[in-house]
């Protein structure tokens, strides 16, 4: 994937060589297109969905749960509220491309003084007129300004697609954390019971004479540590479970029902994964979205230092009796153009084209490092996932190696051979060894939801690339 990372950086940068008022966006793939999204937050939990990567741990229960969490996590609204901002400055900025037609009626009174024999004159006059204005997009400059727009909503989409990928991605490790705890509590529980069943034998051996007192107060201080790891672990359990449920839109204390076990390894990852997998991923598609707009931003700021052309029309009738007002007559209009080109602003116009060229080029950045770390995502994950694997694979041989020795040592104690401190550190090391399993079975796990999270997805589902899913 590193040949592909330096190419885009190279495209990048030559994207950032040619001026922005001459630059037109290409158009949006089909997935950013308006028709790809409807109602939010729905239609982009049905995209997520689509995406199905969670399935590969083979689990119906956590399929179940990640529908649950997109239709009811309640952090994912307020994502809705921001498209609608989003796509309601759209619309304003389209409206500057239509004409502004506006209506208005007027009655006017007037008093003027008359001769001494004739009193004061009263004047009555009532008018109506509509007026149309319009600014012709000479040198595109509204254009621009409303294709930005249109991109500012398209990176809002994505964004949102990006909140519920990490929401899902929360959930099934909320599921994996849940699962390894109960796992690691049911563990301490076994530990526990044989720690118990130890210092029966502490003490039968004790009150025959076989074994000096000592041996039965460690055997009573084993029960009692045991005791402690349970509750912490089940503790540890319970917790996952309440972060497990609020990320479901669940009051977090629903009960026990949520009871997941570890899934088995997954399959190593093939080698020579496609890089352009990474452009399902909707933060690096807004990335791309925000460039673009910041560009057209530009040219408008650009296409601002030329003259602008503006028609007005009105027309109306006015007449001194309201009634007349309904005949044909006194009908008057006006039609004008103007024509205006800055002389002078103080470098207003420079300076905004300067800010806007300046933001483009942030954005530009800004695209390419959202690239960069979408790569390292990638590499750390398949570099922890492979070190994991390593490390589970000598987890799992010491535990054998771990198992023999407490069975051995088991046997010389109770035939008096061995001391029991021996037995007990045969005991803690096989402890560590399962719970390292375990943990290490977890982090594996762990690291590949980070992988399909980097990725955008599972690499079995190509047809994804384009992010319609």
């Given at each position: 994937?590193?040949?592909?990372?330096?190419?885009?950086?190279?495209?990048?940068?030559?994207?950032?060589?040619?001026?922005?008022?001459?630059?037109?966006?290409?158009?949006?793939?089909?997935?950013?297109?308006?028709?790809?999204?409807?109602?939010?937050?729905?239609?982009?939990?049905?995209?997520?969905?689509?995406?199905?990567?969670?399935?590969?741990?083979?689990?119906?229960?956590?399929?179940?749960?990640?529908?649950?969490?997109?239709?009811?996590?309640?952090?994912?609204?307020?994502?809705?509220?921001?498209?609608?901002?989003?796509?309601?400055?759209?619309?304003?900025?389209?409206?500057?491309?239509?004409?502004?037609?506006?209506?208005?009626?007027?009655?006017?009174?007037?008093?003027?003084?008359?001769?001494?024999?004739?009193?004061?004159?009263?004047?009555?006059?009532?008018?109506?007129?509509?007026?149309?204005?319009?600014?012709?997009?000479?040198?595109?400059?509204?254009?621009?300004?409303?294709?930005?727009?249109?991109?500012?909503?398209?990176?809002?989409?994505?964004?949102?697609?990006?909140?519920?990928?990490?929401?899902?991605?929360?959930?099934?490790?909320?599921?994996?954390?849940?699962?390894?705890?109960?796992?690691?509590?049911?563990?301490?529980?076994?530990?526990?019971?044989?720690?118990?069943?130890?210092?029966?034998?502490?003490?039968?051996?004790?009150?025959?004479?076989?074994?000096?007192?000592?041996?039965?107060?460690?055997?009573?201080?084993?029960?009692?540590?045991?005791?402690?790891?349970?509750?912490?672990?089940?503790?540890?359990?319970?917790?996952?479970?309440?972060?497990?449920?609020?990320?479901?839109?669940?009051?977090?204390?629903?009960?026990?029902?949520?009871?997941?076990?570890?899934?088995?390894?997954?399959?190593?990852?093939?080698?020579?994964?496609?890089?352009?997998?990474?452009?399902?991923?909707?933060?690096?598609?807004?990335?791309?979205?925000?460039?673009?707009?910041?560009?057209?931003?530009?040219?408008?700021?650009?296409?601002?230092?030329?003259?602008?052309?503006?028609?007005?029309?009105?027309?109306?009738?006015?007449?001194?009796?309201?009634?007349?007002?309904?005949?044909?007559?006194?009908?008057?209009?006006?039609?004008?153009?103007?024509?205006?080109?800055?002389?002078?602003?103080?470098?207003?116009?420079?300076?905004?084209?300067?800010?806007?060229?300046?933001?483009?080029?942030?954005?530009?950045?800004?695209?390419?490092?959202?690239?960069?770390?979408?790569?390292?995502?990638?590499?750390?994950?398949l570099t922890v996932e492979q070190a994991q694997r390593r490390r589970l694979a000598a987890l799992e041989e010491?535990?054998?190696?771990?198992?023999?020795?407490?069975?051995?040592?088991?046997?010389?104690?109770?035939?008096?051979?061995?001391?029991?401190?021996?037995?007990?550190?045969?005991?803690?090391?096989?402890?560590?060894?399962?719970?390292?399993?375990?943990?290490?079975?977890?982090?594996?796990?762990?690291?590949?939801?980070?992988?399909?999270?980097?990725?955008?997805?599972?690499?079995?589902?190509?047809?994804?690339?384009?992010?319609?899913?």
């Amino acid at each position: 994937m590193r040949p592909t990372a330096l190419a885009i950086v190279v495209l990048l940068g030559a994207a950032g060589c040619a001026g922005p008022a001459r630059i037109r966006p290409p158009e949006p793939p089909v997935a950013l297109a308006e028709q790809s999204f409807g109602d939010l937050p729905a239609q982009a939990g049905e995209r997520v969905l689509a995406a199905r990567w969670w399935r590969a741990f083979g689990d119906p229960e956590l399929d179940r749960l990640v529908e649950r969490a997109v239709r009811g996590n309640l952090d994912l609204r307020r994502m809705a509220a921001r498209v609608a901002e989003a796509r309601a400055a759209a619309a304003r900025a389209g409206a500057a491309r239509l004409p502004a037609v506006t209506a208005s009626a007027s009655a006017q009174r007037s008093r003027s003084a008359g001769e001494v024999w004739f009193g004061d004159r009263i004047n009555d006059r009532y008018g109506v007129d509509l007026g149309v204005s319009y600014e012709v997009d000479l040198w595109g400059r509204i254009a621009n300004l409303q294709e930005a727009a249109r991109q500012d909503l398209a990176a809002a989409r994505e964004d949102a697609v990006r909140a519920y990928h990490l929401m899902v991605a929360e959930v099934v490790r909320a599921w994996l954390d849940l699962g390894a705890a109960l796992e690691q509590a049911e563990v301490a529980r076994r530990v526990l019971e044989a720690d118990r069943q130890r210092q029966k034998v502490a003490e039968i051996r004790f009150r025959r004479g076989l074994a000096p007192a000592p041996d039965v107060h460690q055997a009573q201080q084993r029960v009692a540590q045991a005791r402690a790891r349970v509750a912490a672990l089940e503790q540890q359990a319970e917790l996952a479970r309440h972060r497990l449920r609020v990320l479901l839109g669940e009051y977090p204390g629903g009960g026990d029902d949520l009871e997941p076990r570890l899934p088995g390894v997954p399959d190593p990852v093939p080698a020579g994964l496609p890089s352009d997998l990474l452009w399902r991923r909707p933060d690096l598609r807004a990335a791309e979205r925000r460039y673009l707009g910041a560009r057209l931003r530009a040219a408008a700021a650009d296409a601002d230092r030329f003259p602008r052309l503006a028609l007005t029309a009105s027309g109306g009738r006015t007449s001194a009796v309201l009634r007349d007002l309904t005949l044909g007559t006194n009908t008057f209009w006006n039609l004008i153009g103007n024509l205006t080109q800055p002389l002078f602003d103080a470098g207003l116009r420079e300076a905004n084209l300067a800010e806007a060229e300046a933001r483009a080029e942030q954005a530009r950045l800004a695209w390419g490092q959202a690239v960069l770390t979408a790569l390292r995502e990638v590499e750390d994950a398949l570099t922890v996932e492979q070190a994991q694997r390593r490390r589970l694979a000598a987890l799992e041989e010491s535990l054998t190696h771990a198992r023999q020795a407490v069975g051995t040592a088991e046997i010389r104690y109770r035939r008096g051979l061995e001391e029991i401190t021996r037995t007990l550190v045969a005991r803690d090391t096989l402890l560590a060894a399962e719970l390292g399993v375990v943990e290490a079975r977890h982090a594996l796990l762990t690291a590949r939801v980070s992988l399909y999270l980097a990725l955008g997805g599972d690499w079995g589902h190509e047809d994804d690339v384009a992010g319609g899913g």
